[in-house]
Each structure stands twice: as structure tokens, then as C-alpha cells.
């Protein structure tokens, strides 16, 4: 927790917030902070500050806080991702908000097990907690949105090619010739598949939609290395 | 696993192996593969080819080996990392295999905690289980070099002026102005520290053997992220 992500309901006071739970735990077992100490902040979908601890008990902080700063800037990404397998689900979004992605989807495919679709980790509040660890570990504020398409005929035909329009649309694919292009000085929508890849159906109703087929070379990555090698390698991260 | 990374004592005759343990659990319940079919195989340190499954039984698997492919390149990439935590150590050995460095430091950190060093992970056995893995994800069969440093300052003084040698030499630090750089056309040293990161007197011993201090941009990442967004940014992955 790089910084503690403050919510509505925390906030007792435009300038006052009260702290329980994981935040409040970290702040003591982890931070080790005491009365006094500053601690970085920051206002869901809004600015960056500071919080000094004013009060600390076993069961609450109350933080006085000031916000100063903007967030990192936004990835211009929209990520299309094969849902993963559950035990690597959590990573992968917390890795994905880290990273800055703000629009995530999250599809099926042929190798999506049917089981996977069933774990809790989907649940609004886990998807919600996940995300702020991602946050807190890159110090932003700006919570990314997370949208489910369990059938993968109506999403690739009825919904991605209007969610291409203006972005370099990319579906990675080892089986193909081109390579990944770098440094792109536009947004972009990047298609991400499942253990086992795409089938070639999968990847034919892709490119249909208006996505370029595209390798990373010879090596096969699992999702949670992917998605951080594909983000590095099209985006700059030194803005 | 993408590749059955086949080692001396698998092998019965030149061209024949015999599969137990993970391998062949994996071979049964994942892949279910039956007589007759083929599977991507590779020899440690060597080529890469195809196994054709002779005799399957609860206790192995016998396969007809070929070999008649290089592994995929290796990154001329020494990567020297503040030993991780526990849980978060076997993903990033793993991670490293899997992009293809072979050149791996542990060292120690004022910030790595002295329990860090008691893991079993870090047995001979057990770092060859994880490196074995992160090379069959990615179809390598080149096994990467694991050195363990539990004291800093010796090693930054005595041995590392000597490693940098010849090399591009990064540190990567959240707090300086430099970016890192993309694209590199040299071999390169690179140094992550713990959560937290290098202390500045680390990060001036860094220095002072020859290591440039760099940053990612405005983004706090897990070493297990930072891993591959430096790597993917140093180096063009589609080789």
C-alpha cells in the first residue's frame, strides 16, 4: 500500500477521514506509523495528497488530508482478456490497475473453462478490492472499470467493433508473423486469450472485428507476464 | 507446460526418454495425451524437438525424443534482484526463466527481511523446480544461473564492478530523474531492489560501481511486475 485509497464513506469531514479494516491494519503492522506521521493519500477517481494521523486505536485512524496532486496518467488502452483461470484472476487485475489500464473487459473463449466463470473473485466487491490493491501499489487513484461478457460470438460481433473505432486494435497471437508494434502514439485495444491461446475460429471472428493478429516472439507467456510485457512494450510507462 | 524439459537421467537411450512424477501427471490430466501423439520436448542446456508418446501407464511414460531446433535466444541480460518475499519469490524465478534471463543474483537489501533468506524455495532443488517451469512456459530449454549474495556491501565492492563489465548498468529507482531507457543494442546489468526499494546509501554503492540509477515513470510496481515491463522495455521480445 503505496498509498491508502480513500472512499466516499470514509470521509467524515471534506477534510477528515476515518480508517478500519485492511487499511487500518497495514497502517499499524506495516507502516508502523504513530500519531503524526504523514501517509500518502488519495481520493477515489480524484487527486493525490497527504494524511496525517491524528488519532490511532485498535479499532480506527482518523487522518486529517489534503489533496495536492494529480494521479499518474491514464493508459489509452481498452484490454479485451480471456478470463483467467481464478487462482491467477486476482493477480491479473491487480496487475492490470497497477499498470494503468482503465478499461477492461473480461470474455470467453473456447479454453475458458466453464468453471471459471464461477469464482468469487468476480463478485462487485472483490472486483472492487482487487483493484485498489492494484492502485494503492502504483499510487493511483482512478478506478478501472470491469465489464463481463460471458458469450463470445455477440461480444466480438455486436459490441468490439464500435470499441475499436479510433484505437490500433491488437489481438495477441503466437501463431502469426507480425510482430507486436511499439510505442504507439494512439490509444489501443489489446485482445489477450486464454491458456491454450485463441482457437483460429476465435482468431478469424478478431480480425473480422477489425483486430491485427500479432506475436511476441517465440516465447509462450502465461496471461499475468503477458500483460505487463504487451503494456511496456506499447506504452511509454516513463510519462 | 508448453515443452517437456527433458534432463540426463530421463533419458533410457539417445532417443528415448522416460517421463514420471509432474511431467506425467501434467502429460495424463492436462494435455490427456494417449500413444501415438506428440508433444513439444526440449533437452536442458540443448535443442528443442518433438516426443512421440510410445507406452503410457499410471507410473510413466515412454517417449521417442528428436531434437531438431534451437531453443529460443537468450537475453544478454544479468539481472541482479534484492531478494524477494517468500511468496512472492518462486513467481518471480519463474518470470525470469520464462523472458529468458540466465543470469540471476540474489543479494541482500537493508530492506529484504532476514527471514527472506530461510526460505526452502531457495534450495538447489527447489530453484531448479521453478526455473523448470518458467523454461517449459516458454518453450526455453536453457537453464538460467542462480547466485545468492546474503551480504551487500561485499558484493557491490568486490564482485559487481566486475559483472557490469562491458555492460549497459541500470539501477531501478523510483526516486531519480532519468528514464529508463528502450531498446538496448548492448548487453545490460540491472538491479531491482525490495519492496520499498534500495536505500540511498545502496543506491550510492550502486552508483559507484557503475550502475545508473533509472526510473519507470510516476508507477510504484511489485518486482514481480517490474521484472516484465524492464525487460519488455530493454529489450525487443518479438526476436
Redesign the interface.
Given at each position: 500500500m503505496?498509498l491508502a485509497l480513500l472512499f466516499e464513506e470514509d470521509f467524515t469531514r471534506p477534510d477528515r477521514v476515518r480508517l478500519t479494516g485492511r487499511r487500518l491494519a497495514h497502517l499499524q503492522s506495516v507502516i508502523k506509523v504513530g500519531v503524526g506521521d504523514c501517509i500518502p493519500v488519495g481520493r477515489v477517481n480524484g487527486r493525490i495528497g497527504t494524511g496525517e494521523i491524528l488519532t490511532l486505536t485498535d479499532s480506527e485512524a482518523e487522518l486529517a488530508v489534503a489533496f495536492d496532486q494529480a494521479p499518474?496518467?491514464v493508459l489509452p488502452l481498452t484490454l479485451i482478456i480471456a478470463m483467467p483461470r481464478p487462482k491467477m484472476f486476482r493477480r491479473v487485475l491487480q496487475?492490470c490497475a497497477?499498470?494503468?489500464a482503465k478499461d477492461i473487459w473480461l470474455i470467453n473463449s473456447y479454453k475458458v473453462e466453464k468453471s471459471f466463470w464461477q469464482t468469487p473473485w468476480l463478485s462487485d466487491d472483490n472486483l472492487r478490492e482487487n483493484l485498489t490493491l492494484g492502485l494503492e501499489?502504483?499510487?493511483?487513484t482512478i478506478m478501472p472499470e470491469v465489464r463481463i461478457r460471458k458469450l463470445f460470438k455477440p461480444f466480438v460481433e455486436d459490441e468490439l467493433p464500435a470499441l475499436l473505432s479510433g484505437k490500433r486494435a491488437l489481438v495477441a497471437h503466437p501463431g502469426t508473423n507480425t510482430?507486436?508494434p511499439?510505442?504507439l502514439n494512439q490509444p489501443a485495444a489489446l485482445c489477450i486469450g486464454p491458456e491454450g491461446g485463441f482457437t483460429p475460429y476465435e482468431v478469424g471472428k478478431l480480425e473480422e472485428a477489425g483486430c491485427e493478429a500479432v506475436?511476441?516472439?517465440?516465447?509462450?507467456?502465461?496471461v499475468e507476464?503477458a500483460v505487463?510485457?504487451?503494456?511496456?512494450?506499447l506504452f511509454?510507462?516513463?510519462?
Open positions: 503505496n499518474p496518467p496487475t497497477t499498470l494503468g501499489q502504483a499510487r493511483d510482430p507486436c511499439t510505442h506475436h511476441l516472439g517465440p516465447r509462450i507467456l502465461r507476464t505487463p510485457v504487451l503494456i511496456s512494450r511509454d510507462a516513463c510519462r
